[in-house]
């Protein structure tokens, strides 16, 4: 067997769809505390230190490698010149080197593609946090790692590696990679890979096809469908798409999520889910944009857990009704509750592995013409596959050490797209829910309006749980 590991379709496909304007990776924004560093904060130590750790982590030593005759994916070999300076950068903020100059910068790092001839990561270590210097505390470091190597659940696995629950740990044993590959024997295995997608088609993806299709009318007969593509409403980030991207974080308290939770007897995911609402209603009412029917989310859902097929990315996804048409806070939430149930329950019946097993089949051209066909269109105004992308990441709830430096605030930020240039990316830790917004400053360039909108929603969801005791 080759050492090398063969993208998935799933994992090519962002690769395919990737643009100048639609770059496909996902960023996570670190604020961290230099003090706790033992020997304290250096640039050079940190990213001596990184090296030291990348060493147990072949993913970000794996580069992409293709052949011209290869008519299967791209696959992941090892990059003999891997050089941790060839993807750590320093800058230093311009004055006064608060918020707004940090996410001017992060935007500006959001938006620039990898260099696919190199690992697919990048990482921006960012210093003069509030005019102060590094060592005394303050830094940001901002990571993205191309969607291809990563979803949710792989990146978040790829944190935990570089974090730790102690400041001072020993270094981590090394992990070979593996290895490389001839460009002929990428595409004769590729070759034999393809010959085998007829039998794979009739027997397995039809027949699963087929079954969605039959539940999925039955469901959308009967009531209990989730919320439909190509229904959702028309809001000003639904549409094209340019190359720049904007950002904004925010924080909640995780005890008042919980508070709300417990007194209307949902989950975690639905206060989430609510608040989102509330933000974005709030938002769409204060520019007099409000659609009369509900928005709606397409939430990724992780099949790690049901799904042993290969690859990288093992997510489906579901569209889920944020209820924006309910006024009152309290029946949103409970509509929300209810509405979110009945989209898992359907997401659920789907086999896990379809749409991996959809995209083995598409190739490469047919991506790219359909996303610019799309790009190019009125369909993305006038007819959006869903208003965002909410997703929703359990962490840690310990504090966390990221190279020594204790993690203050962790803001993932994942990729938008045509037609839906607006994500929300949420995660717990340590007792916080820490909130990435990213989009297009030609779509929303008031993003921060939103992202200030969270404390007024979170507010309004603990007071409509004290005013139903």
Known sequence: MPGYQRLSGLDASFLYLETPKQPLHVCSLIEIDTSTIPGGYSFDRLRNDLAVRITAMPEFREKLA?????????????????????????????????????????????????????????????ENIDGADASDGRLAVMIKVHHAAVDGVTGANLMSQLCTTEADTPAPEPVAAPGGAGQLEIALRGLARFATRPVNLATKVLPDTVTTVVDTVRRALDGSAMASPFRAPQTAFNASITGRRNIAFTEVDLEDIKTVKNHFGVKVNDVVMALVSGVLRRFLIERGELPDSSLVAMVPVSVHDRSDRPGRNRVSGMFASLHTEIDDPAERLLAIAEATSVAKEHSSAIAASLLQDWSQFAA????????????????????????????NVPGPQVPLYFLGAQVKALYPLGPIFHGSGLNITVMSLNGALDVGLISCPELLPDLWDLADAFAAGIDELLAAAADTR
Do not use: Q
């Not at 070999?77 to 300076?85: H, S």
């Not at 903020?93 to 938006?111: K, Q, V």
């Not at 190019?376 to 909410?390: D, K, M, Y």
């Open 66 to 126: 293709d052949s011209f005759l290869n008519i299967d994916h791209p696959v992941w070999v090892e990059d003999e010149d891997f050089d941790v300076a060839h993807h750590v950068h320093r800058v230093g903020l311009p004055g006064p080197g608060g918020r707004a100059e940090l996410a001017e910068i992060c935007g500006h790092f959001a938006s620039l593609s990898l260099d696919r001839s190199k690992p697919l990561w990048d990482m921006l270590v960012i």
């Open 364 to 391: 490469p051209a047919v991506f790219g013409v359909a996303m610019r066909v799309y790009a190019g269109s009125r369909l993305t105004e006038a007819r959006p596959v869903h208003n965002l992308v909410l997703s």
